[in-house]
């Protein structure tokens, strides 16, 4: 490696994808350096997907004890506390982190505890006071709230903060109708909080399937959750009694909390010299080409900072490719094609591939295979608990485009099924599987005639 340079790379930001190109580029023999100024791990280890699903499945107690009620057994509830689910929560993120500073020592990774900024090409400073060159510099600073500059945003909270709340709220407003604010929502309802989803829509989670969306809709507001669609919050007023949220097509509403979940927005807080100006999307996402370099030279950018899907697996795939691209070689470019996601919500959601909108978009013809029942495991109690299941596939060529499921372990069944998507899997490779029965997934090879 080059020794003109301090560093033959030098990340900015220890999320998923900076530690991952970090550790990759130390593996292949780069001298590397990583500078973070919060905590290791970013976004899905301290405020996003790690401490979520551990939320997620502390909500599900009051489900889980009615449906094993059915089954005989009999639970004396003794109460909720909140301090011990955040507190445990906290010791695992902390001992997470300490992980993740393990990885980078044993990597060989120089590590600055401290704001990163870049200079100009090739220079990065710590803290503004010490300044360090490289050959390559990587800004994986990821994402932060995005809050609606609305009279009285200050009276609300970002979804990071939930996390740490000293207490929970016995009634509660979450804004926004994305996947973030559609899991807080039915969190915060399964702890037992008296909770209003305030949404601007007519359906919840946009650029998700039509059906998807209509589903998870009415079992969001079956399940427990006030949704108020259609309507938007125009102000939040802070009283002696909790704060007033001003709303449209709505009657003011009173609360102990409120929750801005409408979205984040790339941390460029401070990243830059006043001098030097980073090319941005339409959207404010940093630009860079197939090969992640941004408008500045010799800078690359990854991870929630550009555009394309904000999950922690993209970021962390963008990471190690960047790495094996500037020190082992040329790279295969990544495919965005078929990726698989979840949203944790209560139900649970699992998607992979294109929409029915998209597919028939994209596709002369296509053929819709559809599913709607109550798994066996719900049958001896009185809960009304369904699960969706839905194949969008080529007519023409009899390949699977699409797979979606609202229901029990959703994220889990998805991802066995994204390997077959992503080999190019036909709905003929899919009836040839024998199922597993009694299973939910099992209805993914099963389903035999084309919905109407």
């Known amino acids: 490696m080059s020794k003109t340079f301090d560093f033959d790379l030098i990340v900015i930001g220890a999320g998923s994808g900076g530690v991952r190109a970090a550790r990759f580029a130390a593996n292949l023999g780069a001298r590397v350096a990583i500078i973070e100024n919060r905590f290791f791990g970013g ?10 699903k551990m939320f997620s499945y502390a909500a599900e107690a009051s489900t889980v004890t009615e449906l094993f009620a059915s089954f005989g057994h009999r639970f004396e509830h003794n109460g909720f506390s909140w301090e011990t689910l955040r507190d445990n929560k906290t010791r695992e993120i902390k001992r997470l982190n300490g ?6 020592t044993n990597a060989g990774v120089t590590i600055f505890n401290g704001h990163g900024r870049l200079l100009a090409p090739h220079q990065v400073s710590v803290d503004d006071e010490k300044t360090y060159s490289a050959k390559h510099i990587l800004l994986a600073t990821g994402g932060k709230p995005y809050v609606p500059s609305i009279e009285g945003y200050e009276n609300g909270l970002v979804s990071d903060d939930l996390f740490y709340l000293p207490s929970l709220p016995k009634k509660a407003a979450v804004i926004g109708g994305g996947y973030i604010a559609t899991e807080f929502a039915t969190i915060l309802n ?7 989803q305030v949404y601007r829509g007519n359906l919840l989670l946009r650029g998700f399937d039509q059906d998807v969306r209509n589903f998870i809709t ?26 007033l949220l001003h709303l449209e097509n709505q009657q003011p509403l009173l609360v102990d909390e409120v929750i801005f979940a409408t979205g984040r927005m790339p941390n460029l807080d401070n990243l830059l010299n006043h001098e030097l100006e980073l090319a941005l999307t339409p959207s404010g996402k940093v630009h860079v080409d197939s090969s992640f370099n941004t408008s500045i030279e010799s800078v690359f950018a990854v991870g929630d900072l550009i555009e394309g899907p904000e999950l922690t697996p993209v970021a962390l795939e963008e990471g190690m490719w960047l790495a094996r691209h500037l020190f082992q070689g040329a790279q295969k470019p990544i495919s965005y094609e078929m990726i698989p996601t979840a949203v944790f ?19 002369n013809k296509i053929d819709i295979y559809r599913s709607e029942f109550r798994p066996l495991r719900y049958t001896l109690s009185e809960l009304q608990t369904r699960t969706l299941m839905k194949l969008v596939v080529d007519a023409e060529t009899d390949k699977v485009l ?29 009836d040839a599987t024998i199922g597993i029965h009694p299973t939910s997934a099992e209805e993914f090879v099963t389903m035999r005639t084309p919905a109407e």
């Not at 399964?190 to 209003?196: F, M, P």
């Not at 919500?345 to 596709?363: D, N």
Request: charged share 20%; net charge negative; proline share 2%.
């Open 190 to 196: 399964g702890l037992g909080v008296e909770t209003y």
């Open 402 to 430: 699409g797979l979606h499921m609202v229901g029990d372990d959703a994220g889990e069944i998805t991802q066995g099924f994204a390997v077959a998507m992503v080999m190019g899997a036909t709905k003929a490779d899919f």
């Open 345 to 363: 919500s209560h139900p649970c959601i699992g998607t992979v591939g294109l929409t029915e909108q998209e597919a028939r978009e994209r596709y």
């Open 218 to 243: 009415h079992h969001v507001q079956s399940g427990g959750v006030n949704l108020l669609l259609n309507s938007q919050v125009k102000s939040i007023e802070k009283r002696s009694d909790g704060k």
């Open 43 to 52: 976004t899905c280890v301290n405020v996003g997907c790690v401490p979520k």
């Open 99 to 104: 992980i993740y500073q393990r990885l980078l």
